[in-house]
């Protein structure tokens, strides 16, 4: 059985950074494809960043060059480290694990990750 566990989020000042780590058990964090969303209130859960085996990171175009997805084998844990935060990255964060690879060309969907994490808040004061 696949769980991923978040680190809990927090509040921090516009232009702060704040790192979140999803500890995993049952898989293999180094073969499978490893993924973070967020969600806003009323709206859909997007993908952030994801990264699959042997692939570069994927990021969204509103988080290239201050956020970075990264994965501990030793540890089996993913991290994404969150810089240069903006009010506008307030939202529920969730990891997700998927048993598929795909470039980083690929924008995935929801239903291509089979397991989720629970989510974390992440808020962000201006």
């Known amino acids: 059985q696949v769980l991923l566990v978040v680190s809990v989020g927090g509040l921090v000042q516009a232009g702060g950074s704040l790192r979140l780590f999803c500890a995993a058990s049952?898989?293999?964090?180094?073969?499978?494809?490893m993924g973070w969303f967020r969600q806003t209130a009323g709206k859909e859960r997007d993908v952030v960043a994801f990264q699959s085996y042997g692939s570069t990171p994927y990021y969204v175009d509103s988080v290239k060059g201050r956020f970075t997805i990264s994965r501990d084998n030793a540890k089996n844990t993913v991290y994404l480290q969150m810089n240069s935060l903006k009010p506008e990255d307030t939202a529920v964060y969730y990891c997700?694990?998927?048993?598929?690879?795909?470039?980083?060309?690929?924008?995935?969907?929801?239903?291509?990750?089979?397991?989720w994490g629970q989510g974390t808040q992440v808020t962000v004061s201006s």
């Open positions: 049952g898989l293999t964090v180094r073969t499978h494809t």
């Open positions: 997700a694990s998927s048993e598929l690879i795909w470039s980083s060309s690929y924008t995935p969907t929801l239903r291509d990750f089979s397991s």
